[in-house]
């Protein structure tokens, strides 16, 4: 009796209690208990948990080694088949260099790395059941074994193993646990000893003998490192101390040995079948048993709380969501304004409760309850299908179903304090003393609520449903809301807060501003379908939805409704929890409220919910993003670097971001640089934990494909993954190839121009050909014909003349008559001459040189530039240059008012140019753009011209004043061809 005291007195100045039995609860205190059992999937029988580096949790089991990304399990399965190796892992560790070491019961150790599982070579391996392991921050390991030598101690260090057993650092006892501090030391536990082995030491040290069988280490957050008995936990370092565990104590762990972890102020013992148990650390608290069969006990890096046992996998997240005990399912949205005593009111199956100070109360036990509402003065109303009552200050009165065998769905209390009711799904009735009184000038209605709050004095809103919002007062019905204007949907909620009307439904939100109803649509932001409450608090406004409890800063709230199209942030609580709005709501909801303390309530699914806003559940730990593999033409890439065989054109990426507190509403982000021009964010698919990224269509080259993640609280992961990907080509993709191809279409287009050069020229050669073939055929007939029957006819007219008397008046007649014959027969001999002459080649330059000075005459200077070899042209090719050139000197004397004029004929450029420059007032715009001037068709016709010789004409004004006419004549129409010929 005196020990006891003196052991009470002892905890009591450390600030510990001896506790007395255990409170049963399914949870710890702020986290949320997620369980996954073998009918969902979930390995079962686990006896070791760990998490690697990458983030995804390990989980050693009875029937093999599993890999868990918060999602799904996958089965690890070794590289090598080993059938003496047991499927029954007995400890899991994860090295320094991120290795998870994996120990089995029998067959010694495996080690997975760089994604495979593979066991520890002979010459090092373990022999018989490896009993614990233990990582140092140096890259050491240590597994504490059983075989047939007896316990062993085996160090694994820089590729090398050293054996400790009895003969050197051991006790003759077995090894329950091993313990790796932050300060780097070892702490051995083994069935009555407990050893020590400082930093450097040569040896451990006794440290503790032990007055229980079986223990496990712990270290605290402190650094000070305790070992876990059936009695409690003992304090090895620092100020001597002791935890108690109930007068109940959990029994001794198979597995693991009861392992410990301290956490929010209390530690964590698992006992195996006994369950969990939760003891304070301190004074404060009740001790708490959760009945969850759990033989391993950890914490992963985002600070959730993992159980592992015969049962299966349990999850304990941090979680702002408070459950009070509230009889009874709900039947009803809140009921506000009421007494402030009880500023919230709800109903269940069981009566109706009041919710304040985060405690529920009953306020009336009555089954069969259809409706519930509340009035400003304290009046509360509860409606049944067996009657009705009224709370009038401290009196219930009991008021008579005008129907009974018909049930109110919805009520409401006005500001005046009279009562309303729908009844029947339809009719609307006014409590007058107490009877209900149709009102049959007022328009049927699926709920009613009460503008009380609006300051009006007196009416309701009510909901003609899918047909009309009104505002009834004074029996004076206003649509404020109707038809195809209703862009909500099924109308669930109408709700006064300060001067506007909220109108939530189906499909959104929307609020009157003014004489204007602005709505938010769930097809732009999909968290807000199935709305069911909305409630605002001093900071933040809150909504209950189907995607879950909604927060939103109260200065987004009101851009929301500035901007409805725009994105709103906001924050998604309760989701992890399965934590979502009634589906079971058919009539009104209000299904969110804030008390008098501020806190947000909310009806759900799940039942009454609230927010502890002291509570910080924010994971601000960004998480890991892997790329778990390609897929392509059936294969599957891993690594960095994928390498794909040519024509390959579809490949998929797999990636994951593992935050396992709340894995379903991971965000990804993620381009293949070279196809994406931005970013894509896949929308929450219900598969948050892993993703994929299908490319069809691609061409040979090299890709980089980038990922980043958000965990569910829309912390970044801005880093994330890469893997870079190279499609090989075929020959005729290469770059070598297409060079070959365009070189070749290039040589083809060279041809083909070329060819098509011959052919036009040809054509015009052929033209010219044509044209000298008709003069040459003219001159002959001309010659032959014409010329000749011309001369035989001026030869008979002299003869008769001669024959004719001396002094006949017809001689002189006669003989003018043959006068002007001969000046016939001189002119068209000279026009034959012509013709001939103009068949053959022509010097350009001695023409051009010629008409020159007969059109500018003496009084305007002028030049004549020749470069190159002149060459001579076709007689018609280079009288039609002539012709251009005569037209452009004839408009530089008559326009140009020039005092020099410049030719210039170029036979070093294929094609020939020949320009005309003057020094003149050079060509009007309107002249120049057009290309002609209104009545005049002289520009017209040396375009025409040059055309027909295929070439060019171009006008152009030039500094600081006059004109240049430029002709250009391809070379091979109007020189070449004379080599032809």
């Known amino acids: 009796m005196a ?28 986290r949320e208990a997620h369980h996954w059992r073998a009918d969902t999937g979930a390995s079962t029988d686990i006896r070791a948990i760990a998490q690697t580096p990458d983030g995804y949790l390990w989980l050693g089991t009875a029937s093999g080694l599993y890999r868990f990304d918060g999602i799904s399990f996958e089965h690890i399965v070794p590289s090598t088949y080993n059938r003496r190796q047991s499927s029954l892992i007995t400890a899991l560790a994860v090295a320094a260099d991120g290795a998870l070491w994996v120990g089995h019961d029998f067959g010694g150790l495996s080690v997975w790395r760089n994604g495979r599982l593979t066991d520890l070579p002979p010459e090092i391996q373990s022999k018989g059941a490896v009993m614990a392991i233990a990582t140092a921050p140096n890259g050491d390991v240590w597994v504490a074994c059983l075989g047939s030598m007896g316990q062993q101690l085996r160090q694994y260090s820089r590729g090398q193993v050293h054996v400790h057993d009895t003969n050197d650092w051991l006790k003759p006892e077995s090894i329950d646990h091993l313990l790796v501090a932050h300060d780097g030391s070892l702490w051995i536990s083994q069935a009555v000893s407990v050893l020590h082995v400082p930093n450097g030491a040569a040896r451990p040290e006794v440290v503790a003998t032990k007055p229980v069988f079986t223990s496990s280490l712990v270290e605290d957050d402190h650094g000070q490192v305790w070992f876990a008995g059936r009695d409690g936990l003992h304090s090895l370092t620092g100020r001597p101390a002791r935890i108690p565990i109930p007068d109940t104590p959990l029994r001794p762990g198979v597995f693991q040995h009861g392992q410990a972890l301290f956490s929010d102020g209390r530690v964590l013992f698992a006992g195996y079948r006994d369950g969990l148990m939760a003891v304070p650390v301190q004074r404060a ?79 009336l036990t009555v089954p069969g309850i259809t409706a519930l509402c509340a009035g400003q003065s304290g009046e509360v109303l509860v409606e049944t299908e067996k009657g009705d009552r009224l709370l009038r200050g401290a009196n219930w009165q009991s008021i008579a179903k005008p129907f009974p065998l018909i049930s109110a769905n919805a009520c409401a209390i006005g500001r005046d304090g009279r009562a309303w009711s729908v009844i029947g799904n339809a009719a609307l009735y006014q409590l007058n003393g107490s009877r209900w009184q149709a009102q049959a000038d007022l328009p049927p209605s699926q709920f009613i609520v009460s503008d009380q709050v609006s300051g009006a004095q007196g009416g309701i809103y009510a909901n003609e449903p899918l047909h009309a919002v009104l505002h009834i007062a004074d ?137 502890d806003l002291a509570a910080n559940a924010v994971n601000p730990m960004p998480p890991p993003v892997l790329i778990r593999g390609l897929q392509a033409g059936g294969v599957t890439y891993i690594g960095s670097r994928a390498e794909l065989p040519a024509g390959t054109n579809r490949i998929a990426f797999e990636f994951a971001a593992l935050s396992l507190t709340d894995p379903l509403h991971n965000r990804y982000r993620y381009r293949l640089e070279g196809v994406d021009g931005d970013w894509v964010e896949p929308g929450i698919t219900g598969d948050g934990a892993r993703q994929e990224a299908t490319y069809t269509q691609l061409r040979p080259g090299t890709y980089r494909f980038h990922v980043i993640a958000a965990n569910g609280d ?179 004397v008559r326009h140009a008012r020039a005092g020099h004029v410049g030719i210039t004929i170029d036979f070093t450029r294929d094609p020939i140019q020949i320009d005309i420059a003057d020094d003149g007032t050079g060509l009007p715009d309107p002249v120049r753009r057009s290309g002609s001037a209104e009545g005049h068709y002289g520009l017209i016709g040396m375009r025409e011209r040059a055309k027909g010789l295929g070439g060019s004409l171009e006008i152009s004004n030039v500094a600081p004043h006059g004109t240049r006419v430029r002709l250009s004549v391809p070379r091979q129409i109007v020189h070449r061809a004379l080599d032809d010929g």
């Open 285 to 363: 608290g009740p001790v708490m048993h959760i009945p969850e069969r759990a033989a391993t006990v950890m914490r992963d890096r985002e600070g959730t709380i993992w159980t592992g046992g015969p049962d299966g996998l349990t999850r304990f997240g941090r979680t702002v969501l408070v459950r009070p005990a509230l009889p009874g399912t709900p039947i009803t949205g809140f009921a506000l304004g009421g007494n402030p005593t009880m500023p919230l009111a709800v109903a269940t199956d069981s009566g109706v409760f009041a919710i304040g100070k985060g405690e529920v109360r009953p306020i």
């Open 475 to 611: 029996h004076k019905v206003v649509p404020i809301w109707q038809g195809d204007d209703i862009a909500v949907g099924f109308v669930r909620l109408i709700k006064v807060i300060g001067g506007h009307t909220y109108i939530g439904g189906q499909m959104g939100l929307a609020r009157t501003e003014g004489n204007r109803i602005i709505a938010i649509e769930a097809r732009n932001h999909p968290w807000l379908t199935g709305l069911t409450g909305v409630t605002l608090g001093p900071s933040d406004a809150w909504l209950i939805t189907s995607a879950g409890i909604v927060r939103i800063s109260r200065p987004d709230f009101e851009a929301a409704f500035r901007h409805p199209h725009q994105p709103i942030p906001h924050r998604l609580l309760g989701a992890a929890q399965n934590v979502h709005a009634r589906s079971s709501v058919y009539w009104s909801a209000n299904d969110a409220e804030v008390d008098a303390a501020g806190q947000p309530w909310f009806v759900t699914d799940q039942g009454l919910v609230g927010v």
């Open 3 to 30: 020990k006891s005291a003196v052991a009470a007195g002892f905890l009591a100045c450390l600030g510990l209690s001896m506790p007395g039995r255990a409170e049963i609860t399914p949870e710890l205190p702020g």
């Open 714 to 892: 829309g912390v970044w992961n801005q880093t994330g993954a890469t893997m870079a990907v190279t499609i090989a080509a075929y020959y005729w993709q290469t770059w070598w190839f297409a060079g070959v191809l365009a070189i070749a279409a290039s040589g083809a287009l060279v041809a083909v121009f070329n060819w098509r050069a011959r052919v036009t020229s040809a054509a015009l050669r052929q033209r010219l050909a044509d044209r000298m073939a008709v003069r040459e055929h003219i001159a002959r007939e001309l010659h032959d014909t014409l010329l000749q029957g011309f001369y035989g006819l001026t030869l008979r007219f002299q003869s008769i003349k001669e024959r004719l008397p001396q002094g006949h008046s017809t001689i002189a007649d006669m003989e003018k008559a043959l006068d002007r014959a001969d000046d016939v027969l001189l002119e068209g001999r000279e026009r034959v001459r012509m013709l001939r002459q103009e068949s053959g080649p022509l010097d350009l330059v001695a023409h051009v040189s010629d008409l020159t000075p007969v059109i500018l005459g003496d009084d305007l200077p002028w030049t004549l530039t020749v470069k190159g070899v002149p060459a001579p042209l076709w007689a018609e090719a280079a009288h039609e240059i002539g012709r251009i050139v005569r037209e452009a000197l004839c408009n530089i």
